[in-house]
């Protein structure tokens, strides 16, 4: 039977559990993106008439051109949370296959890679290679590492709002971070003792145990989260 739900078991005995998107809500994503991209190059070539052969046409215009292609959803995916304006409305993301968020490095492996996924024509080799595995991975995230999953109403981070954020002490292994991120998310599910025992297993990444620990990795939860 067709099983979209990914696994993976993470430090201290957690195990995070996502589902796969397949091509179609994907390909929706896309499309209003690149409707979006579409609007925002016709307005810029409006604007850039007045300059003549400067604009419309000119260096200038190019440039923006490369800019608004490649870096639009890398600049989306990095900085809101793996997700471009298509993939809030669809309710889905990019994450890496450990299910941390994706870094700027893999991001931009992804999307460069769109042109290969483009071959022959309209995306054939990408849709062809996402239908011949279970994951749903396209050549770019094959070779970034990333999938594209469905975001649960339960892992949105509106109940982390209050919460002041705050930046690991050091720089943290992806899997240190899925850690805290699912620490983040599920702490309302678990009991203080609970809380307190993974907190200890994390005591080398926030150097306090207990309540004090707890406290600590939600609020570095909220960082990775993006609360600001």
């Known amino acids: 039977m067709l099983d979209t739900r990914y696994r993976v ?15 179609i809500p994907r390909c929706f994503a896309f499309a209003i993106d690149l409707g979006i991209r579409g609007i ?10 007045p300059f003549g052969s400067f604009g419309m046409g000119g260096g200038f215009f190019l440039i923006f051109l490369f800019v608004i292609e490649w870096l639009y959803p890398v600049l989306f995916e990095v900085f ?5 304006p298509g993939k809030k409305l669809l309710k889905i993301t990019v994450v890496n296959d450990d299910l941390s968020p994706v870094t700027l490095g893999t991001s931009m492996v992804r999307n460069l890679l769109r042109t290969v996924d483009f071959l022959p024509l309209f995306y054939l080799a990408g849709l062809v290679t996402m239908l011949s595995n279970q994951r749903f991975q396209r050549l770019g995230d094959l070779a970034a590492g990333t999938l594209v999953i469905s975001v649960p109403e339960s892992s949105k981070p509106a109940v982390v709002k209050e919460i002041v954020p705050l930046a690991p002490p050091t720089p943290l292994l992806r899997t240190e971070q899925s850690s805290i991120i699912e620490f983040m998310q599920r702490s309302n599910q678990l009991s203080g003792p609970r809380q307190q025992e993974l907190a200890n297993i994390l005591e080398g990444i926030t150097h306090e145990k207990g309540d004090d620990g707890v406290e600590r990795l939600q609020r570095i939860g909220a960082w990775f989260l993006g609360v600001r």
């Open 80 to 84: 809101a949370r793996g997700q471009t």
């Open 9 to 23: 078991e993470i430090p201290g005995g957690i195990n995070l559990e996502a589902r796969v998107v397949g091509p």
């Open 40 to 49: 925002i190059i016709f307005i810029m070539s409006l604007l850039s008439i």
